[in-house]
């Protein structure tokens, strides 16, 4: 299966700020996805990162808030923008494509908390 | 609208036993996939097990095995020999149909193994 590295694994960031996770995975994929998981909670998407084009956002979640790239079919990034103590959570990015059979992969979660 | 009911907020099991945890679906669409995870406390998200809404023998992988009523609409998880492992938040979660490949997730339900 897929092996994904997500940086940085933790932060503890001042409100206001903006804070960039990176996705990178071993192998090309077909679709990557942008979880965030607060605490106590399940996971709910925030986007599906699609390669050379704009995110496609749940309701709920805005491009201005949680900005995505995808510039190639291995890495994709996820920016918290202006961040409030409410975005503390854990954001974990998801992957499916060829040779993962059924599972999606995850990468291993990005704890952040806004102070 | 697709929707995951877990309904246990928790379990406790002693060492050695089985267990089962419930999952319980909705949608309208005949072709769906069903998967459960398991999230230790480290974050991470690890793929247990998959079952096709078309397969027609329960998905078993080691321990594993999904005991699916198509008609019930459940989707329950067995662990046998449960092991100190084993304790950790479970998800289930499903495959919305129509091509999008989002997972749905359930609320989750956390296991404790006693030894």
């Known amino acids: 299966s897929a092996v994904i590295s997500q940086k940085p694994s933790r932060d503890i960031c001042q409100r206001g700020t903006s804070l960039t996770i990176q996705c990178q995975v071993d192998?090309?994929?077909?679709?990557m996805f942008w979880y965030r998981q607060q605490p106590g909670q399940s996971l709910t998407l925030i986007a599906t990162?699609?390669?050379?084009?704009?995110?496609?956002?749940e309701s709920g979640f805005v491009i201005d808030k949680f900005p995505i790239s995808r510039p190639n079919l291995t890495f994709s990034t996820l920016t918290v923008s202006n961040m409030s103590p409410e975005d503390s959570s854990i954001y974990l990015c998801?992957?499916?494509?060829?040779?993962?059979?059924?599972?999606?992969?995850f990468g291993s979660g990005t704890r952040l908390t806004v102070v | 609208a697709q929707k995951i009911t877990q309904t246990q907020p928790g379990m406790f099991v002693q060492e050695k036993e089985a267990v089962t945890l419930d999952c319980t679906y909705d949608?309208?669409?005949?072709?769906?996939?069903l998967f459960w995870y398991k999230q230790p406390s480290s974050g991470e998200m690890i793929f247990l097990i998959y079952?096709?809404?078309?397969?027609?023998q329960n998905a078993t992988e080691g321990r594993y095995s999904l005991n699916f009523q198509k008609a019930r609409k459940s989707a329950n998880l067995v662990i046998s020999a449960s092991q100190l492992g084993d304790s950790a938040m479970y998800f289930c979660?499903?495959?919305?149909?129509?091509?999008?490949?989002?997972?749905?997730f359930g609320k989750g339900m956390k296991l404790t193994v006693n030894p």
């Open positions: 998801s992957v499916r494509g060829q040779g993962l059979l059924y599972g999606y992969t």
């Open positions: 192998s090309q994929v077909t679709m």
């Open positions: 990162a699609n390669q050379g084009s704009e995110a496609t956002y």
């Open positions: 949608t309208s669409d005949p072709s769906y996939g």
């Open positions: 079952q096709g809404s078309y397969d027609q």
């Open positions: 979660a499903m495959r919305e149909p129509g091509g999008s490949e989002k997972l749905v």
